[in-house]
């Protein structure tokens, strides 16, 4: 199954939408090789399995943000209804709804896919942090710096020499 299905191809299809790390009703059902109007039938003949924090519906403007960005092709491909998203937990709970073993199967990728992008972002984050705090070290480094050169400057009584206050040149 691994081999079937790369964790770059179920990463490509997990979007930020709602503030939510989410995948698209369609591209689940690609994933589990079932049509996408067969998924949306489990999904509505378990309803109650998919609370709101486990799946929701798009609205029209969230759509056409997803073509605009290549997310979708085009309207027409979602065959004219708006469609769900499901977050990792409605993930989850597909494989409960849709009773087969590839289901089981691709939901244990989909679930590796989810932990890897959230330990990327959180390994980006604190890369982020460390590379900030560098930055504000550097930075003081380099005024301490400049002050011992405008200090030597006073000592060697060159002209660009600024009035020393504690060992240091003034800027």
Same mark, same amino acid.
């Given at each position: 199954?691994?081999?079937?299905?790369?964790?770059?191809?179920?990463?490509?299809?997990?979007?930020?939408i709602?503030?939510?790390?989410?995948?698209l009703?369609?591209?689940?059902?690609?994933?589990?090789?079932?049509?996408p109007?067969?998924?949306?039938?489990?999904?509505? @003949?378990?309803?109650?399995?998919?609370?709101? #924090? &486990?799946?929701?519906? =798009?609205?029209?403007? +969230?759509? !056409?943000?997803?073509?605009?960005?290549?997310?979708?092709?085009?309207?027409?491909?979602?065959?004219?209804?708006?469609?769900?998203?499901?977050?990792?937990?409605?993930?989850?709970?597909?494989?409960?709804a849709?009773?087969?073993?590839?289901?089981?199967?691709?939901?244990?990728?989909?679930?590796?896919?989810?932990?890897?992008? @959230?330990q990327?972002?959180?390994?980006?984050? #604190? &890369?982020?942090?460390? =590379?900030?705090?560098l +930055?504000? !070290?550097?930075?003081?480094?380099?005024?301490?710096?400049?002050?011992?050169?405008?200090?030597?400057?006073?000592?060697?009584?060159?002209?660009?020499?600024?009035?020393?206050?504690k060992?240091?040149?003034?800027?």
């Amino acid at each position: 199954m691994t081999d079937l299905i790369s964790a770059e191809r179920i990463e490509s299809k997990i979007f930020q939408i709602r503030g939510k790390k989410v995948m698209l009703d369609k591209d689940l059902a690609s994933l589990y090789e079932v049509k996408p109007i067969a998924l949306r039938q489990q999904v509505k @003949r378990n309803y109650e399995r998919f609370p709101a #924090d &486990f799946m929701f519906q =798009l609205t029209g403007a +969230e759509v !056409k943000s997803l073509v605009s960005q290549n997310v979708i092709p085009s309207l027409r491909s979602l065959g004219g209804y708006l469609p769900y998203a499901f977050t990792q937990e409605g993930v989850a709970m597909l494989s409960s709804a849709l009773h087969s073993r590839r289901a089981v199967l691709v939901n244990i990728q989909i679930m590796r896919a989810f932990i890897r992008l @959230r330990q990327i972002v959180s390994l980006h984050k #604190d &890369f982020a942090r460390k =590379l900030r705090e560098l +930055e504000e !070290k550097l930075e003081a480094h380099d005024l301490d710096i400049h002050d011992i050169f405008e200090a030597m400057r006073q000592l060697m009584g060159l002209p660009e020499a600024k009035k020393v206050i504690k060992g240091f040149a003034q800027k």
